[in-house]
């Protein structure tokens, strides 16, 4: 895999269609977190991209995933920090990315309705009776004066 593409079935997300960039970040480091920019962002406008059909893009739209990922602009973005060192990072937001896309272009796997099985109905019929006459027997006595 080339770095800084993500591969997704076939698919290949060009360089230039990421955009980096990178900011002082956070967390362990010492001083280097005062000097060095090792906190990575990468924005994808995957609406522009060229590299995904209409289909993959419907997907990524309507995907619950994604909406917490998109920024003010509609374009995914994707934060990393863990690292001390900028190209770490970097590969890691591009890892992130990568394995977004992948999780939401997947084409869902069709549910094969089941029959209920003639034991599960009696189960449930039996226990409806049972709840019924648990319910019937706390009821008050009517007298018959009524």
């Known amino acids: 895999m080339k770095q800084g593409t993500p591969h997704l079935r076939g698919i290949v997300i060009p360089e230039s269609e ?7 970040s956070g967390g362990p480091g010492g001083q280097n ?5 090792t906190k990575v962002t990468i924005t994808f406008d995957y609406m522009a991209s060229h590299a995904l059909s209409w ?12 909406q917490s990922c998109l920024n003010a602009d509609g374009m995914i973005a994707i934060t990393s920090q863990r690292h001390r ?11 992130k990315l990568h394995e977004l896309l992948h999780e939401v272009t997947r084409p869902r796997k069709r549910r094969i309705p089941t029959k ?10 039996d226990n409806k009776r049972s709840r ?7 009821q008050k006595v009517r007298s018959d004066e009524d």
């Open 116 to 125: 209920k099985t003639k034991s599960s109905e009696r189960k449930r019929v």
């Open 18 to 24: 990421l955009q980096l960039s990178f900011a002082r």
């Open 85 to 95: 060192s900028q190209l770490l990072n970097r590969e890691d937001a591009i890892e």
């Open 33 to 37: 977190v005062n000097k060095v920019e």
């Open 55 to 66: 289909e993959q893009k419907g997907r990524i739209a309507r995907h619950v995933r994604v």
């Open 132 to 138: 019924s006459t648990t319910k019937t027997k706390r």
